[in-house]
C-alpha cells in the first residue's frame, strides 16, 4: 500500500515554542487516519503543517520534512496555491462563504482554474453534491445563502467545495464537534464513503469516533508521537502505557 504522507524527523516551532517534537512516521493512502491525544497536543498543528495554513502567522518555523504522495511541501519551488488545491481542509465550525450554494461550491475553482466554462462550473456543483448525497436535496435551491443550511448540510457544503479540485489528501479537523448526534452519524457515514477516492485525515477527541471511522490511529502528547497502529490495535492492545491511559480516560 503506498504512503500519503511521509514525515521525516519533523519539528514544528511558534516563535521559541517547539509544537511538534521529531514526528517520523507514515500514513496509508486511501486510509482513514484519526489522530487523537489532549487539547494542546499537536494534533491540530500538524493538521495544518499538511497545507502549510499555518504559516499565515507568524515567526513559525521548521527542522525535518513531510511529503505528500512523494513531493516535499516544504521545498522552495513549491506554490501554495498548488499544494491547498491538492490538500483540502475542513474545520470545527461550519463555514459556508456568504453566497449562494452554487457559488459555495465553485468558490475554489473560480479561485484556482482558469477560463472555467459555465457548463463546466454546472457539471462542478452536480458531481459535488452527488459526492456528498445533497444533489437530490439542493438542485432546486442553487440560488439560496449557504448559511441557511442546517450545520449538518453546511459541513456537507464545505467538504462539497473541496471536491471541483480535486484534491488527493482530506484534513478533517473535528468536523463533527459542532454537531449533533445524528449530524454526527451522517457525517461520519460520509467520510468513510469518501475514502474509495480520498486520503482522509482526522483529528477527534471523540475516541468511539476515531474507533467508528479510522483505519488507523496516530496518539500524540505533548507534541511526539506516542504511538501509531491499526486502529482495533492501539485500542485494544495499546502498547504504550500514556496510550492507554488516554484512551480509558485517565488523562486528557
Known amino acids: 500500500m503506498s504512503f500519503a504522507v511521509n514525515t521525516n524527523n519533523f519539528s ?3 516563535g521559541k515554542f517547539q509544537a511538534l517534537k521529531d514526528l517520523t512516521f507514515n500514513i496509508h493512502a486511501h486510509n482513514i487516519t484519526a489522530l487523537i491525544g489532549p487539547s494542546g497536543c499537536g494534533k491540530s498543528t500538524f493538521l495544518k503543517c ?19 504522495f512523494g513531493h516535499d511541501i516544504y521545498h522552495p519551488t513549491v506554490a501554495l ?5 491538492q490538500v483540502g481542509m ?6 459556508p462563504m456568504p453566497l449562494t450554494i452554487y457559488e459555495n461550491v465553485i468558490f475554489g ?14 457539471e462542478m456543483v452536480e458531481s459535488a453534491l452527488t459526492r456528498v448525497g ?10 439560496k445563502p449557504g448559511i441557511g443550511l442546517s450545520l449538518e448540510k453546511q459541513q456537507r457544503l464545505c467538504i462539497a467545495r473541496l471536491l471541483p479540485l480535486k484534491p488527493k489528501l482530506l484534513l478533517l479537523d473535528e468536523p463533527c464537534s459542532a454537531l449533533d448526534p445524528a449530524g454526527i452519524e451522517a457525517i461520519e457515514t460520509l467520510i468513510k464513503n469518501l475514502k474509495r477516492d480520498y486520503s482522509i485525515i482526522i483529528v477527534t477527541h471523540s475516541m468511539s469516533q476515531a474507533k467508528r471511522v479510522s483505519d488507523e490511529t496516530i496518539f500524540m502528547y505533548m507534541g511526539e508521537l506516542i504511538e501509531m497502529s491499526q486502529t482495533k490495535t492501539l485500542f485494544e492492545t495499546p502498547k504504550e502505557a500514556r496510550t492507554a491511559d488516554y484512551i480509558e480516560g485517565r488523562f486528557g
Open 90 to 95: 475542513v474545520f470545527q465550525k461550519p463555514n
Open 109 to 122: 475553482a473560480r479561485t484556482h482554474l482558469k477560463k472555467v466554462k459555465n457548463s463546466e462550473l454546472d
Open 50 to 68: 499538511l497545507n502549510r495554513i499555518n504559516e499565515r502567522g507568524t515567526d513559525v518555523s521548521h527542522n525535518g520534512s513531510i511529503q505528500v
Open 12 to 14: 514544528f516551532y511558534y
Open 134 to 143: 445533497m444533489w437530490d436535496d439542493l438542485k432546486d435551491k442553487l440560488g
Open 81 to 85: 496555491p498548488e499544494l491547498r488545491k
